[in-house]
């Protein structure tokens, strides 16, 4: 009798080990992020003085925002300094910090720009911060 209990202890224990051991396998692990992308999903984009698309995207928004506000002075594209990007719900957001200058007066000073798109390239929106002067 002792022996038939130590054979069905041993047999549920093998079960249950069995059990666990299938459920940590259908488990999907962790995928590896790459260096540039934190735990958000957001990507900091590397090299962007060199990136012909950010730099175009980010001189596109600058020009839409010109045309926006109209009771503001005109800002001239210098450059995108920083940017990053994540998936939205329908393409890639982007968050860009545009150097810029102020047309008339010559103002040096930065913009923080978001830009929407879709998954077909189109921009959809784009919304920006106040115009920042450089502090001397």
């Known amino acids: 009798m002792a022996l038939r209990i130590n054979i069905l202890f041993l047999f549920a224990a093998l079960l249950l080990f069995l059990f666990l051991s299938a459920i940590s396998a259908a488990r ?18 590397k090299n962007v003085k060199k990136n012909k698309k950010v730099q175009n995207l980010g001189r596109f ?33 982007y968050y860009f910090f545009i150097k810029s200058e102020k047309v008339v007066e010559k103002i040096k000073g930065s913009l923080n720009v978001y ?22």
């Open 28 to 45: 999907p692990q962790a995928v590896a992020r790459s260096a540039s992308e934190n735990v958000d999903g957001i990507e900091v984009i």
């Open 61 to 93: 928004a600058l020009e839409q925002i010109n045309k926006k506000v109209s009771y503001s002075e005109p800002l001239a594209f210098c450059g995108v300094a920083k940017a990053k990007r994540w998936h939205g719900l329908d393409g890639w957001d």
């Open 115 to 136: 830009v929407y798109t879709s998954s077909y390239g189109n921009v959809e929106t784009v919304n920006a911060g106040i115009f920042m002067p450089n502090h001397a």
